[in-house]
T-cell receptor
Framework: SQTIHQWPATLVQPVGSPLSLECTVEGTSNPNLYWYRQAAGRGLQLLFYSVGIGQISSEVPQNLSASRPQDRQFILSSKKLLLSDSGFYLC???????????FGPGTRLTVT | GQQLNQSPQSMFIQEGEDVSMNCTSS?????WLWYKQDPGEGPVLLIALYKAGELTSNGRLTAQFGITRKDSFLNISASIPSDVGIYFCAGPNRGSTLGRLYFGRGTQLTVWP
């Protein structure tokens, strides 16, 4: 069966510091991968998605970037965090031929 | 971007009551998905619908793909305290890139014992 991992689970970082969040998927190959941010207002905002290694699509221009160095690894980064980057970051995967997405446990990021 | 209107935004019900919520879009959807999110966790897929008019159940949950393909409904029967959480609808519209989902803003469900 497939599983998706995210770490760290929680993170407190000062403004201006760098960020690296990692997501890995097990039990499948060539998945589509996604990064979402969920603010306190509940909505899920799609940040990036990837259909293959090195292929990244950005939905919202901002202070963040994403990379996919391996088939089942997706990384969300920032060089300098802003206060507005605080939120709950969710990684998700889907089989390439279906729309259903399966979410990881999330990372709670607080920028102070 | 595509907007999904989900209602109600919040529900406060007594344990044992039935719950109904719905989701509408301005364009035709090919698939409707319903997720539940517990506090501090990632959303979990509950039900997936693929055809207009389709009615699918998962235990006490029943979801329907509207015949106009612009709406979907989720019903929960005989609610229990563990039904508490946020319920999201999601789906791709006809022009979506494969894998691109649009999400509603969620229905927050509170169940009183």
């Amino acid at each position: 069966s497939q599983t998706i991992h995210q770490w760290p689970a929680t993170l407190v970082q000062p403004v201006g510091s760098p960020l690296s969040l990692e997501c890995t998927v097990e039990g499948t190959s060539n998945p589509n991968l996604y990064w979402y941010r969920q603010a306190a207002g509940r909505g899920l905002q799609l940040l990036f998605y990837s259909v293959g290694i090195g292929q990244i699509s950005s939905e919202v221009p901002q202070n963040l970037s994403a990379s996919r160095p391996q088939d089942r690894q997706f990384i969300l980064s920032s060089k300098k965090l802003l206060l507005s980057d605080s939120g709950f970051y969710l990684c998700a995967w889907s089989p390439g031929e279906f729309y259903e997405q399966y979410f990881g446990p999330g990372t709670r990021l607080t920028v102070t | 971007g595509q907007q999904l209107n989900q209602s109600p935004q919040s529900m406060f019900i007594q344990e044992g009551e039935d719950v109904s919520m719905n989701c509408t879009s301005s364009s035709i959807f090919n698939t409707w998905l319903w997720y539940k999110q517990d506090p501090g966790e990632g959303p979990v897929l509950l039900i997936a619908l693929y055809k207009a008019g389709e009615l699918t159940s998962n235990g006490r949950l029943t979801a329907q793909f509207g015949i106009t393909r612009k709406d979907s409904f989720l019903n929960i029967s005989a609610s229990i305290p563990s039904d508490v959480g946020i319920y999201f609808c999601a789906g791709p519209n006809r022009g979506s890139t494969l894998g691109r989902l649009y999400f509603g803003r969620g229905t927050q469900l509170t169940v009183w014992p």
